[in-house]
Every structure is written in C-alpha cells, then in structure tokens.
C-alpha cells in the first residue's frame, strides 16, 4: 500500500519558501527526499488563488505559472480553495519599526513621513495611528486537506500519511485518519518548534532541512499538460 502527501501550501510558503529563491519548488522531488522508502501514492497539494494587490502587482501571474508546473506531473494533485479580500482599519506598527519600515515601497522623504505621524499622533483621539488596508484571508484549504485526509485514510486508499503543515487546526484531521489505522506523520515546514497539539495526534515526525530546497528545484522550462512551455518566473 501507497503514502500519500497532502502539501499546506501557504502554511510551506510562509514557513520555508517565502523570502528565498527556491519557490520554483518540487514537490515530487522534496516528498522523495523526506520519504526515500516509500512508494508515494499521491501528493495532494492545498492552496488557493491569489489575487493582485493593485496595479503593477504580478503575484497572481507568477503562482498560476508555478500551479501549471505542478500540475504538469500526474503524482500531483492541486486541490483549491479561494482567498477573500476585504478592507479593514489596522494600526500602524509605528512603535516597533523605523519609518523607512513602514511603507512598502518607501515613501520619501522620512523625515516628512516622520513629522506627518508626528503630528497625526498629537491630534488622534484614540492610542494609535489606523490605516486602511486590503486584509487577504485563504478559505476551505484547511478544511479540504483534512477532509480530503480523512476520506483516504477511510476508503483504505494508503497505508501512510504525510501531513506537510504546521496549523493546529489539523490536529482532529489527523486523529480521525488516525483512527481509520493507517499511521500519520508530519513535517513542519517553519523554523518555529512543531506545534504541540498537532504533535501529539502524531504518529511520527520527520524534520524538514531548508538545505534540501535547492536540490528539489523544477526545470526552469517545464512542459505543461497541454504540450507548452512553462518558464519559471524571472523574479523567482
């Protein structure tokens, strides 16, 4: 009987990817280096489409590149879930941070900047400084993974599991699978310790080195299902 993977995608990408040059990940690649023994079933990998933040931004272009790449290889599954943007009022981390930190792209010069905050925080009626700001919240892709986890462990489709997330909110999925008898294992993508709860609902754990990115890297020109180029984004 086969292992099969489920991927947190956006849990992997804040944990280990985010900030690197190894974005243009295999997962096929990574899942064989973590399970070398294994006769890998299925990867199931959980995400959901973003969207630009505004004009200029290409976010959205490069991630459905890297989702065709992926999807190229018929051991990946992509399952989606969606994001939800909504504008909200949030603090400004003013006390934490320099000013030239504040603002993405920098607005210059600082010290107008500095002095317009300044004399905001002398007039404001409350304790502090509030921005409008685009608040992206992913949805279903935590539910789908352990949804998808429970039914194969029920259906007897493997024997194993690999859950790649470190989300608490998982910690039932995995017992439930569990239950089902096939044995459950994690790997925590993120330099933080593995989240106790989860660690627990556990059968076992492998630990992720970040120094396995650079091997598990795709071609910077894959060939897509429908025959075409697909070329790893410049920016990557």
């Not at 030239?100 to 317009?116: E, G, H, Q, S, Y």
């Not at 004399?119 to 509030?130: E, N, P, V, W, Y």
């Not at 076992?204 to 080195?209: D, H, K, L, S």
Request: net charge positive.
């Amino acid at each position: 009987m086969s292992t099969y993977v489920y991927v947190d995608a956006l849990n992997c990408y804040y944990g280990a990817l985010k900030g690197t040059q190894y974005k243009w990940l295999d997962y096929a690649a990574l899942v064989r280096s973590l399970l070398p023994l294994d006769e890998i079933g299925k990867i199931r990998y959980f995400t959901a489409n973003v969207k630009p933040l505004g004009p200029g931004d290409k976010s959205h272009e490069r991630q459905a590149a890297y989702l065709r790449a992926l999807d190229a290889n018929p051991l990946i599954d992509l399952v989606r879930g969606s994001f939800r943007q909504d504008d909200d009022w949030l603090p400004l981390a003013e006390e934490k941070h320099p000013v030239r930190d504040l603002f993405r792209p920098r607005l210059r010069p600082t010290t107008l900047v500095r002095m317009i905050l300044s004399d905001a925080g002398k007039r404001r009626m409350s304790f502090h400084t509030l921005s409008r700001v685009i608040v992206r919240e992913e949805k279903g892709s935590d539910v789908s993974l352990g949804a998808y986890l429970v039914f194969d462990a029920l259906q007897g489709n493997c024997s194993k599991a690999l859950v790649m997330s470190n989300d608490s909110d998982l910690k039932d999925a995995v017992m439930l699978a569990k239950s089902a008898g096939i044995d459950v294992g994690i790997v925590n993508p993120h330099r933080q310790p593995t989240n106790g709860v989860l660690l627990r609902e556990a059968t076992f754990e492998i630990p992720f080195r970040p120094a396995t990115l650079a091997s598990c890297q795709l071609p910077a020109i894959v060939i897509g299902k429908n025959g075409k180029e697909i070329h790893k984004p410049r920016e990557w």
